[in-house]
């Protein structure tokens, strides 16, 4: 069986102020669009202590700063290898 790879989104104040809103749905229609919800699990946590250069976001351990609707699409290609 192969390990799921985890996607962690941070819902504090500081990084949903910043857009994080809208990543939520990015990453969540991204997911379906690439048949990946079977393969990664996807959540949200409150903070990732790093309010200052959010949004934040955590792919498998890597802390990845200033995530945008410019980028997210770039991040996660990369990720996967599209």
Do not use: A, W
Not at 14 to 39: A, H, M, T
Not at 59 to 73: A, M, P
């Amino acid at each position: 069986m192969t390990e799921k790879t985890e996607i962690t989104i941070c819902l504090g104040s500081s990084c949903f102020s910043r857009g994080n809103k809208k990543l939520v749905r990015i990453i969540d229609e991204y997911l379906k669009k690439n048949r990946l919800k079977d393969k990664v699990f996807y959540h949200g946590n409150h903070c990732f202590g790093h309010c200052d250069k959010g949004p934040v976001l955590d792919i498998n351990g890597k802390l990845i700063e200033e995530v945008s609707e410019n980028n997210i699409y770039d991040i996660l290609d990369q990720h996967f290898g599209f």
